[in-house]
């Protein structure tokens, strides 16, 4: 008890300092994979529930880390929320004046407290809608309107207007024109170098979790825990019997039950926990080795959200490293998971719970 409570007070005073709220710091103060996943003395049942209540500790301290920073991020949007909106509506061709007219618009309808203050504000927006379309597109509204009563012909030759009209005003401002065209460009560069890092890093992780997912569907394994509740049911039956007829129990028979449920829990464990274990410290060392490149991603992803936005929210970095250690860490509570105890048959996995998802 003192040991955990020392261990506790540790994690705290390194989480004090925000400057360490880091996935690497999470990363230094996990417990590492325990060796014998399978042994049941005493001794070895008390290190697993130390072992568990510390992977939970960590746990509940990169919860606290990442509601933190969920609540923070969900601040600067609701803060740049209308400067983001005015961006897109920029980036469209409709002038801020109007943008800011819709906007203030939109503020007065959620606040408008009678039908009639509604429908005003209705009309005075769909007057603002066909302003704002008419500078976007060059439509009007009534263009729309007259668009769903054309017939194919008639549709097609408006199109090919429009798309002559379009060419010429590139031609009458090519300067401009260019400028976008270079903009597109490197906003499409950086969502490609995104989504191929992002691809990567996907691709090296699900091994790991599709490694964890062949464990657990492994014939052998599936067959020896047949076996347990097949003997299970059996003990179950035979003590069914004895009530019902009211005759003693053969505790002899009881007991040659329980160790041959015993003997193929044993098998089961010392068959599935190695190669659990095995690839949770290869999946640990993956965790370590691309804490870097996630944080590459993150700052990716962060420049292409500004570049579709116009804004920089400006995220405190390591986010998408959490996620992956809030992945690693359901895994690492869930090391015991073959360790089946007494004569029920089912894995002992009940005492450490579940732990954020671990795929």
Same mark, same amino acid.
């Given at each position: 008890?003192?040991?955990?409570?020392?261990?506790?007070?540790?994690?705290?005073?390194?989480?004090?300092?925000?400057?360490?709220?880091?996935?690497?710091?999470?990363?230094?103060?996990?417990?590492?994979?325990?060796?014998?996943?399978?042994?049941?003395?005493?001794?070895?049942?008390?290190?697993?529930?130390?072992?568990?209540?510390?992977?939970? &500790?960590?746990?509940?301290?990169?919860?606290?880390?990442?509601?933190?920073?969920?609540?923070?991020?969900?601040?600067?949007?609701?803060?740049?929320?209308?400067?983001?909106?005015?961006?897109?509506?920029?980036?469209?061709?409709?002038?801020?004046?109007?943008?800011?007219?819709?906007?203030?618009?939109?503020? !007065?309808?959620?606040?408008?407290?009678?039908?009639?203050?509604?429908?005003?504000?209705?009309?005075?927006?769909?007057?603002?809608?066909?302003?704002?379309?008419? !500078?976007?597109?060059?439509?009007?509204?009534?263009?729309?309107?007259?668009?769903?009563?054309?017939?194919?012909?008639?549709?097609?030759?408006?199109?090919?207007?429009?798309?002559?009209?379009?060419?010429?005003?590139? *031609?009458?401002?090519?300067?401009?024109?260019?400028?976008?065209?270079?903009?597109?460009?490197?906003?499409?560069?950086?969502?490609?170098?995104?989504?191929?890092?992002?691809?990567?890093?996907?691709?090296?992780?699900?091994?790991?979790?599709?490694?964890?997912?062949?464990?657990?569907?492994?014939?052998?394994?599936?067959?020896?825990?047949?076996?347990?509740?097949?003997?299970?049911?059996?003990?179950?039956?035979?003590?069914?019997?004895?009530?019902?007829?009211?005759?003693?129990?053969?505790?002899?028979?009881?007991?040659?039950?329980?160790?041959?449920?015993?003997?193929?829990?044993?098998?089961?464990?010392?068959?599935?926990?190695? *190669?659990?274990? &095995?690839?949770?410290?290869?999946?640990?060392?993956?965790?370590?080795?691309?804490?870097?490149?996630?944080?590459?991603?993150?700052?990716?992803?962060?420049?292409?959200?500004?570049?579709?936005?116009?804004?920089?929210?400006?995220?405190?970095?390591?986010?998408?490293?959490?996620?992956?250690?809030?992945?690693?860490?359901?895994?690492?509570?869930?090391?015991?998971?073959?360790?089946?105890?007494?004569?029920?048959?089912?894995?002992?996995?009940? &005492?450490?719970?579940?732990?954020?998802?671990?795929?």
């Amino acid at each position: 008890m003192k040991r955990l409570l020392l261990a506790t007070l540790m994690l705290l005073l390194v989480f004090s300092l925000s400057a360490q709220r880091r996935p690497e710091a999470f990363i230094e103060i996990m417990p590492p994979v325990p060796g014998d996943v399978c042994s049941n003395s005493d001794g070895d049942t008390a290190a697993r529930h130390q072992f568990v209540k510390k992977v939970h &500790e960590v746990d509940r301290l990169l919860k606290e880390e990442l509601n933190r920073r969920k609540k923070d991020m969900d601040a600067k949007i609701k803060l740049n929320e209308n400067k983001m909106k005015a961006n897109e509506m920029q980036k469209m061709g409709v002038s801020p004046d109007i943008t800011n007219q819709m906007m203030a618009l939109q503020k !007065q309808r959620k606040l408008a407290k009678s039908k009639e203050q509604q429908e005003k504000i209705d009309k005075q927006m769909k007057a603002l809608s066909s302003q704002m379309m008419q !500078q976007s597109a060059n439509i009007s509204m009534s263009e729309v309107k007259d668009m769903k009563e054309m017939d194919k012909a008639g549709k097609t030759a408006w199109a090919t207007g429009y798309s002559t009209e379009k060419k010429a005003e590139v *031609m009458a401002e090519p300067e401009k024109y260019q400028e976008q065209n270079a903009k597109n460009t490197q906003k499409l560069n950086l969502e490609q170098k995104y989504e191929r890092l992002r691809d990567s890093l996907g691709a090296a992780q699900g091994k790991y979790l599709v490694r964890f997912n062949e464990i657990e569907m492994n014939e052998k394994g599936k067959s020896l825990m047949d076996l347990i509740f097949q003997v299970r049911n059996q003990m179950n039956d035979y003590i069914k019997e004895c009530t019902d007829k009211g005759v003693e129990q053969d505790q002899a028979k009881i007991d040659g039950f329980k160790e041959e449920i015993n003997n193929y829990c044993k098998s089961y464990c010392n068959l599935l926990a190695p *190669m659990y274990v &095995e690839n949770l410290n290869q999946y640990g060392s993956f965790l370590k080795a691309a804490i870097i490149p996630f944080y590459r991603l993150e700052d990716l992803n962060n420049k292409v959200t500004t570049s579709q936005t116009g804004v920089n929210l400006d995220p405190e970095p390591g986010y998408y490293g959490f996620e992956v250690v809030k992945a690693y860490l359901a895994r690492l509570t869930d090391v015991f998971r073959y360790n089946i105890i007494g004569t029920e048959g089912y894995p002992n996995n009940n &005492e450490s719970g579940k732990i954020g998802a671990g795929d």
